[in-house]
């Protein structure tokens, strides 16, 4: 740079010289002829000149390949920060992601743990409430109790108290002595009962096809009516115990609640008899607000869970007991929760333990859609008890139940969900009900309820 500036510099005077001295010889010798080669310095300089501007052109020339290439490197260097840059970039987007779906799983469990949380704090709540009573109930039984101890001596200065109590211990051995008999009876019918019980049997198959010939060939349909066993009415009346709701209801007992029954030979046990529609049902299976679990055993839904006055299941073998005094017809009744509520009735015949209960069923009326299959023997199973030869839903489906050759049409037995559930599957695994166009309902409430078809079967 220094000699371009030097060169440029020179140049001018150069020239401006050289117009000097033309114009000095111009009046001197005018008359010569000019002289078409420049002056040899002048040459000289200018290629000196030309020269030094050359080597300057190179200088710059390598010292701009120079910085070129620094400017090269730092570029690379850039370029290699930037790739690992959006290498680091990505692996934070990944992470990023994950964290979101780790995030939305912990929002779902942190519901689910908030529900709970609710059930327990409205369950801690009513165990406190139950709590009280019973601790009001302790306190007025020792105070009955203070009472009657420092009553005692003043009862016993009385001699009507011993007689009567004498009287009472006389009729107790009487009562037993009277049952002892009854049972010795038992004893003897026991044969005569059996070959009736599979008279019986024979007469509700029979009974079974005449309803699915009539179901075939009319629309209304309506079961067959078979006389009650005259054994059990008279052994009922010797005990004077009702062997179902119907015979409490016909005794004029017309107030719904838990009741005791003896159904035909079997023991004494409770039911819950509801006659608010005015027909007395013997209620086999209840579920209101998911308090009680129904994925249970075998044995658990062969004799029994629950609570009567709550969510329970009465049991297949007391089930069993009841219907196998006459033809029964049995009712479910469902409700979601926008509070539509569907019912469904059948005539229907139901094995004892040695065919896994199975059950047959004929449809006579109601207004659930896509129901249990008619006319097929649905074999009960749950997760640890499988019918053999059936496919058991109850492995991938909780609760027991009727189950045929498709799963999660229906279940009341199932998990009890709240409206928060969503999928299918879900759905599926709770009590739920499909309709005919295939809309899979979430139920909120469910019953199941029997009674003879002739309600005065047993008086």
């Not at 409770?270 to 086999?284: A, F, Q, R």
């Not at 075998?298 to 297949?316: A, C, I, P, S």
């Not at 015949?349 to 129901?371: C, F, Q, R, W």
Request: a negative charge; one cysteine or more; hydrophobic letters at 30%.
């Amino acid at each position: 740079m220094h000699t371009i500036k030097l060169f440029l510099f020179i140049l001018p005077l150069v020239i401006s010289s050289r117009i000097d001295q033309d114009n000095s010889s111009f009046d001197s010798i005018s008359s010569e002829p000019k002289s078409r080669f420049a002056m040899l310095e002048d040459v000289k300089i200018l290629a000196n000149g030309l020269l030094q501007l050359g080597h300057g052109l190179k200088d710059f020339v390598h010292k701009t390949k120079g910085q070129i290439n620094d400017i090269f490197q730092k570029l690379n260097i850039f370029d290699q920060s930037f790739y690992d840059l959006s290498l680091q970039t990505n692996e934070i987007k990944e992470e990023e992601k994950e964290l979101r779906r780790t995030t939305s799983k912990l929002q779902v469990k942190n519901e689910e743990v908030k529900n709970l949380s609710l059930e327990l704090n409205s369950k801690l709540e009513n165990l406190l409430e139950e709590k009280i009573l019973l601790q009001q109930k302790v306190r007025y039984l020792e105070e009955q109790l203070t009472d009657l101890i420092q009553n005692k001596p003043e009862i016993q200065e009385h001699p009507e108290i011993t007689s009567l109590k004498t009287f009472v211990e006389q009729q107790d051995d009487s009562i037993k002595d009277l049952l002892q008999t009854v049972e010795e009876q038992y004893k003897q019918l026991n044969h005569q009962h059996s070959q009736i019980k599979e008279i019986e049997n024979q007469l509700r198959r029979t009974g079974i096809q005449e309803s699915i010939e009539n179901s075939l060939s009319s629309k209304s349909r309506a079961p067959r009516t078979t006389p009650p066993l005259q054994l059990n009415e008279t052994k009922n009346k010797q005990d004077d115990i009702p062997a179902d709701c119907s015979t409490i209801y016909n005794r004029g007992e017309h107030a719904s609640g838990v009741y005791a029954i003896r159904p035909g030979n079997s023991q004494v046990f409770n039911v819950y008899c509801d006659v608010e529609s005015g027909i007395p049902w013997t209620l086999i299976q209840h579920r209101i607000d998911g308090s009680q679990n129904f994925n249970e055993t075998w044995e658990k839904y062969k004799y029994g869970f629950g609570r009567l006055d709550g969510e329970f299941w009465l049991g297949l073998e007391k089930i069993y007991s009841i219907v196998n005094q006459s033809n029964y017809i049995l009712r479910i009744e469902l409700e979601d929760w926008k509070d539509n509520k569907h019912h469904i009735e059948y005539s229907f015949h139901l094995g004892n333990h040695e065919t896994n209960y199975t059950l047959h069923l004929v449809e006579i009326a109601g207004d659930i859609p896509k129901s249990l299959p008619e006319h097929k023997d649905l074999m009960f199973s749950t997760w640890d008890h499988k019918a053999k030869g059936h496919f058991n839903c109850s492995e991938s489906y909780p609760g027991g139940w009727w189950w045929h050759d498709v799963c999660g049409e229906n279940n009341p037995n199932g998990k009890y969900n709240r409206p928060k559930a969503k999928s299918k599957a879900e759905k599926r695994r709770g009590i739920c009900w499909r309709s005919e166009k295939g809309r899979l309902y979430s139920i909120r409430s469910t019953k199941m309820l029997i009674h003879p078809v002739n309600l005065d079967s047993f008086e």
